[in-house]
């Protein structure tokens, strides 16, 4: 096995994506762009996407990731919308794209093109909430964008198993259709279910965090396994054990933490960069093949499926966000009156991404020794939506938002619940620290009792300082200022240490952990600025 084409796509994604953040454009469009620059380039290997890595072994850490850094709590607020999103809008776009797309496309089968339906429905939210999050999308918006991602991708599998079972003739009914779907959004959920507790046990009654973090990188690929092995919904299991552990993370050792929350930041990194760019990369590979629809009725195709998909996300968002007002009372009592602008937001934010291109990828190329009618023309269509989507409404999302002036986060509301959050945290502390000191079991030197207040003083002014002024001569906040000079000091320290190796005063194993101990404390310093 070659395996420098795969380090080449792991290093040369990742550094577009490095490169991106100095850049206005979102590192997922920057990196489609690059990729279709270079899938024409000489000498760059063809990279086809192969459905059998990217679902069972991209796919689910991704999701695990995302949900893991979601809320259960502001996800359950949003549930009728996600809903409506996730299942709803998936089932109505697979029939509408797949009816438009028959009507189109002359020689394509009403199955064939339901099975194109199914394959473009689902919108990725990636770029999506890379957008929402550089220009400050209200809260809800991005939480609805979030959990739309999470689910659809369960309902748009389904829909594409039950349509392909009908393009190859095997009798699929519209009860069997229904009973797939029941059985993969129950079965995957009660999946889910079986799991967390025993899961997040283990995660709290083991002490090696090394263990641990093992444990974590394998929880996505059992769930999405273990849910598969029953015909269950794999995606729905991974997000339902990451919501689970999400919500619940705060009972994990503290080290678990630390070191989960920086490999999973690596591995959404890697894995998200790589994606893209290889999404962009595709394009050499779909573009052969096309037969007779190359040409001008190819680009006619493309544009009308793509106009499809995007028109038809509108016609059932608005509906979808105004209808449950207009035929409930109680609805409109709880929830605030939208405007029309967060709907026209959301709609315009369903981008389509990798999972779109790997459905389509795991179209069988024959059946019955005959060549899948129209495979490559779905393939080509996929993959021209793909781009549209991630281009068309990528590059335009963020004028769009600045245009409609959306309400953003309000960050001095944000830091004043903090500050009132920590306050009632240190008070509490201060308390307990209190009671602990009266034992005489507990008693300490009185400097070490003054620097554990000192550091729970410190603590709760934080936040508060940070909505103070800045410094008139450099600029700088308090928090910005405190983090300079406990940088300068930790790096004097941290340069004595290494005099004293080279000059065999210490050695190396015990320079590594007087400079972890200096790592830990310059983070500590930083994370109570932040």
Not at 266 to 286: K, P, T, W, Y
Not at 302 to 311: D, E, L, M
Not at 453 to 470: K, P, Q, Y
């Amino acid at each position: 096995m070659d395996v420098m084409p795969l380090l080449l796509l792991v290093a040369g994604s990742a550094a577009v994506a490095a490169a991106a953040r100095r850049t206005p454009v979102p590192a997922p469009l920057l990196l489609v762009a690059v990729g279709l620059v270079l899938s024409y380039v000489p000498g760059v290997p063809e990279y086809t996407l192969d459905p059998d890595v990217v679902l069972p072994l991209v796919l689910p850490p991704l999701l695990h990731s995302a949900a893991t850094d979601s809320s259960y709590l502001d996800l359950r607020a949003q549930l009728r919308p996600v809903a409506l999103l996730s299942v709803g809008y998936v089932l109505f776009a697979t029939f509408v794209v797949g009816w438009a797309a028959y009507q189109i496309v002359p020689g394509l089968s009403l199955t064939g093109a339901l099975v194109l339906g199914a394959v473009v429905a689902p919108p990725d939210a990636v770029a999506a909430t890379a957008v929402a999050r550089r220009v400050g999308l209200p809260s809800r918006i991005t939480t609805i964008l979030q959990g739309e991602s999470l689910v659809n991708d369960a309902t748009a599998i389904t829909a594409y198993r039950v349509a392909l079972a009908a393009a190859v003739g095997e009798g699929a009914s519209w009860a069997g259709g229904i009973g797939e779907f029941l059985l993969a959004a129950v079965g995957g959920v009660a999946v889910g279910l079986i799991l967390m507790v025993p899961i997040h046990w283990m995660r709290t009654h083991l002490k090696e965090p090394l263990l641990q973090n093992t444990l974590s990188l394998l929880i996505p690929f059992v769930a999405y396994a273990a849910a598969e092995q029953f015909h269950a919904s794999g995606v729905l299991a991974v997000v339902v054990v990451a919501l689970f552990l999400g919500h619940r993370a705060w009972e994990v050792d503290f080290a678990t933490r630390l070191q989960e929350d920086a490999v999973w930041k690596m591995v959404a990194f890697v894995l998200e960069s790589s994606v893209f760019a290889l999404i962009g990369l595709q394009l050499r590979v779909v573009v052969k093949g096309l037969g007779e629809y190359e040409g001008v009725d190819a680009v006619w195709y493309a544009v009308a499926v793509f106009a499809v998909v995007v028109v038809s996300r509108f016609v059932w968002v608005y509906p979808a966000t105004f209808l449950p007002r207009l035929l409930s009372a109680r609805i409109r009592e709880r929830e605030d009156n939208p405007t029309w602008k967060a709907p026209f937001v959301i709609a315009w934010a369903g981008m389509r991404g990798v999972v779109s291109l790997a459905i389509a990828f795991s179209i069988p190329e024959t059946h019955g020794g005959e060549p899948f009618p129209g495979r490559n023309l779905i393939l080509f269509l996929t993959f021209t939506t793909v781009i549209g989507t991630l281009v068309v409404q990528g590059v335009t999302l963020p004028p769009l938002i600045r245009l409609l002036k959306l309400p953003g986060r309000d960050a001095q509301a944000e830091t004043l619940a903090e500050a009132n959050a920590q306050a009632q945290a240190s008070r509490a502390a201060e308390r307990t620290l209190d009671s602990l000191l009266s034992d005489e079991r507990n008693s300490l030197p009185q400097p070490l009792a003054d620097r554990l207040r000192t550091v729970l003083e410190r603590r709760r002014n934080a936040v508060w300082e940070r909505l103070g002024s800045v410094n008139p001569v450099t600029g700088e906040t308090v928090d910005d200022t405190y983090r300079r000079l406990s940088r300068e000091m930790i790096g004097a320290e941290r340069e004595v240490f290494v005099k004293l190796r080279d000059g065999r005063y210490i050695d190396d194993e015990m320079l590594r952990t007087l400079l972890r101990r200096l790592d830990l404390e310059e983070a500590a310093a930083y994370r109570e600025a932040a």
